[in-house]
């Protein structure tokens, strides 16, 4: 079956530093991989896409990584701020091509 | 939250009733989608529209049902079959239905069954 992991534990850094997410998935041929926001008690936000074709992608403070032969991204967030602690989402197209399926996220705390 | 509105944002309903939870979008979307999030969930998909008068069901449509009769508009019922319905309902809209498509959210409506 077709799974998108991340990591379960919340992620507590300290201000300043680089935050690292993980999204992991199985079973997917995905074109594209998506990461959202989402604060508490409101809807998730669109960040980032990055495409099969793209090794790097950067957004201001934001940087993805795709690597398809892991089947794997990584979402860094550097110089993090308190204001960027929430949950970020990662997202894969489903089979059926018209709807995203979305991992479970995880929470960043960011601390001064 | 990007010209998607929902609402109302809390409901609360006594089981075995049905209730519609409203969303509409101005962006001129073709696309349409109804979420169910539980706490430390991810997002469920429900059912989804491509175009005005067309909807599919995804992955949890048991016990739901949707119409979408004009473009801006596609309210979700959630019917007595529901067995759990409590839960944070999301709808999303995307400007060209297909591979790619950055999915627009609404601010989400928390349903909680008495």
């Known amino acids: 079956s077709q799974k998108i992991e991340q990591n379960s534990e919340a992620l507590n850094i300290q201000e300043g530093k680089t935050a690292t997410l993980t999204c992991n998935y199985t079973n997917y041929s995905p074109a594209y991989l998506q990461w959202y926001r989402q604060d508490p008690g409101r809807g998730p936000v669109f960040l980032l896409l990055?495409?099969?074709?793209?090794k790097e992608k950067r957004k201001e403070r934001l940087k993805v990584t795709f690597d398809t032969t892991l089947k794997q991204s990584l979402f860094h967030i550097t110089a993090s701020q308190p204001a960027d602690s929430a949950t970020y989402l990662c997202?894969?197209?489903?089979?059926?091509?018209?709807?995203?399926?979305f991992g479970k996220g995880t929470s960043l705390l960011v601390t001064p | 939250d990007g010209g998607i509105t929902q609402s109302p944002k809390y409901l609360f309903r006594k089981e075995g009733q049905n209730v519609t939870l409203s969303c509409e979008q101005n962006l001129n979307h073709d696309a349409m989608y109804w979420y169910r999030q539980d706490p430390g969930q991810g997002l469920r998909l429900i059912y989804y529209s491509q175009i005005v008068n067309d909807f599919q069901k995804g992955d949890i449509a048991e016990g739901y049902s949707v119409s979408r009769e004009k473009k801006e508009s596609f309210p979700l019922t959630v019917t007595s079959a529901q067995k759990n319905p409590t839960a944070f309902y999301l709808c999303?809209?995307?400007?060209?239905?297909?591979?790619?498509?950055?999915?627009?959210f609404g601010p989400g409506t928390r349903l909680t069954v008495l």
């Open positions: 999303a809209s995307s400007p060209v239905q297909g591979e790619g498509d950055t999915q627009y």
């Open positions: 990055i495409r099969e074709n793209e």
């Open positions: 997202a894969l197209t489903s089979n059926s091509g018209y709807a995203l399926n």
